[in-house]
């Protein structure tokens, strides 16, 4: 994943960093709302964020992460009427850090090299995002719950779900719903049923893949 921080020279990186401040969340402590006028943009310092959406229905569908290093909330920066369109979560263990860049100074940098940059990094990271989203549409339109749960065991070990020691994996049965737009009560039957075939293992709020050959086959 590309950084905003690796693209920028060691001076305009103190510049950048001189012009944010440092923002502390507890766990699962909310960032912003969707729908909250938007006037900031976040760096991810510490800690692995979720944006999230909810339905009027209740449910909820987390459709990004943004470990170290990546941005959030970019909109707030670029557009000058976009409100936000999801709610950001720190992680709920151990919370996190950010820096945050508000639109007042964006704009002033924006005048400089230093601005530019940034504002291309961002709509690369814009129209990325726009990618991701069409393909998980279509996986999410066309591909049944239990390939999908499948499809996200394979990802684990990325930042989002770091290995925390012999294999394990620190995800919740409602991580994994929220994930893969199912719930709970599905991705019980599909753990169980993986579980029983030795595919994967399973602890209280932790995941550990056994046989990561059959559990890609099962995700194709």
Do not use: C
Not at 208 to 213: K, N, T
């Amino acid at each position: 994943m590309k950084s905003l921080l690796d693209l920028l020279s060691a001076d305009e990186r103190m510049e950048l960093i001189r012009n944010t401040t440092e923002r502390r969340f507890g766990n699962n402590e909310v960032v912003f709302h969707a729908g909250d006028l938007p006037d900031s943009l976040h760096i991810v310092s510490r800690g692995v964020f979720v944006a999230k959406v909810y339905s009027r229905g209740g449910h909820v569908l987390a459709i990004n992460e943004f470990p170290p290093g990546a941005v959030f909330g970019e909109l707030g920066v670029l557009a000058d009427d976009a409100l936000r369109t999801a709610s950001l979560f720190a992680p709920r263990k151990g919370g996190g850090s950010t820096r945050m860049l508000r639109r007042a100074d964006f704009i002033e940098m924006r005048r400089r090299p230093i601005g530019q940059t940034i504002e291309r990094f961002l709509l690369d990271e814009l129209a990325s995002r726009s990618r991701e989203m069409t393909e998980n549409l279509v996986e999410l339109l066309f591909t049944p719950a239990p390939r999908r749960i499948s499809r996200h065991l394979v990802r684990l070990g990325q930042p989002a779900f770091p290995d925390v020691g012999d294999g394990w994996h620190h995800i919740s049965q409602d991580d994994i719903a929220e994930r893969t737009a199912t719930t709970r009560a599905t991705v019980n039957r599909a753990l169980r049923s993986l579980e029983q075939r030795r595919i994967v293992e399973l602890g209280r709020g932790r995941i550990r893949v056994l046989d990561r050959e059959q559990l890609v086959r099962l995700a194709r």
